[in-house]
């Protein structure tokens, strides 16, 4: 009886433990179905269309995660940068969209709400607007075959 009851409790306790470490992991891979509005339009200061999307898995959204203290001082033009502090404590959601053959992934980052950084309930689901979060957001366009981070803009609305 001792036995069951301890086994319980640990199996209680990881379960607890389980729970807060994806509640505290601050970036999602969001359903393609979120993806669709892209489909048919330019993206974002980049000379492309998005002409479909792809579905992404953890292994595609590993590249963009290592390289997000990359994004923190990004070349805007010639002699002038973008700075996002601390880019990797911004709640951030991914898509897959492809430009013709290239695939690219798409990064929506948000601060937190202005009293307690914390994203909205609908953050893992569904697409962060500027309209719905305010201002302390940013997007990023990432290059899949390039490695690398190909835009970046600020407080930007795709609605």
């Known amino acids: 009886m001792r036995f069951a009851r301890t086994s319980f409790a640990l199996v209680i306790a990881l379960n607890v433990a389980l729970a807060s470490a994806q509640s505290e992991q601050r970036f999602v891979i969001l359903p393609q179905s979120e993806a669709q509005p892209f489909v048919g339009s330019g ?4 000379s492309v269309k998005v002409t479909g ?3 992404l898995a953890q292994s595609d959204v590993n590249g963009p995660e290592a ?3 990359k994004i923190s001082h990004f070349p805007k033009s010639d ?3 973008q700075t996002i502090d601390q880019p990797e404590k911004y709640f951030r959601q991914y898509l897959g969209l492809l430009a013709g053959k290239r695939r690219l992934i798409l990064l929506s980052a948000y601060w937190g709400t202005d009293d307690n950084e914390r994203a909205p309930d609908y953050w893992r689901d569904h697409l962060f ?3 719905q979060v ?3 957001c940013w997007l990023a366009v990432y290059d899949v075959s ?6 970046l803009e600020e407080n930007t609305s795709f609605e």
């Open 43 to 46: 993206l974002f200061g980049l």
């Open 53 to 55: 999307t792809w579905p």
């Open 146 to 151: 390039a490695k690398r981070f190909v835009n």
């Open 134 to 136: 305010g201002s302390c």
């Open 67 to 69: 390289k997000l203290p």
């Open 129 to 131: 607007h500027i309209n």
């Open 79 to 81: 002699h002038v940068w």
